[in-house]
Nanobody
Framework: QVQLVESGGGLVQPGGSLRLSCAASGSISSIYAMGWYRQVPGKQRDMVAT???????DYLDSVKGRFTISRDNAKNTVYLQMDSLKPEDTAVYYC?????????????WGQGTQVTVSS
């Protein structure tokens, strides 16, 4: 099992910045990708940013140039730096880790953290 604990959400004005953190613990040796997803009520959960153990990054088109995903291997923590925030970035943000073990891929999710962009 993998446990994910998120932090860093909150209320910010348009144009502001926030940094989300996700600390992983447990059976993390077989994790091959980490990422952030977001969801608003009544809509599907969308990928925002992902990073593989090899360092490859992928971003939702609407956040490219504004959000940056990074990781600190020593702390088993992945971050999402969000700059130039817009009201449409308002959502619950979820940390995700993907684990490949015994030929099975398992998704692990954090509890979610609310990000609200409003004046």
């Amino acid at each position: 099992q993998v446990q994910l604990v998120e932090s860093g959400g909150g209320l910010v004005q348009p144009g502001g910045s926030l940094r989300l953190s996700c600390a992983a613990s447990g059976s993390i040796s077989s994790i091959y990708a980490m990422g952030w997803y977001r969801q608003v009520p009544g809509k599907q959960r969308d990928m925002v940013a992902t990073i593989t153990i090899g360092g490859d990054r992928d971003y939702l088109d609407s956040v490219k140039g504004r959000f940056t995903i990074s990781r600190d291997n020593a702390k088993n923590t992945v971050y999402l730096q969000m700059d130039s925030l817009k009201p449409e970035d308002t959502a619950v943000y979820y940390c995700n880790h993907k684990r490949f073990f015994m030929a099975v891929i398992t998704d692990y999710w954090g509890q979610g953290t609310q990000v609200t962009v409003s004046s």
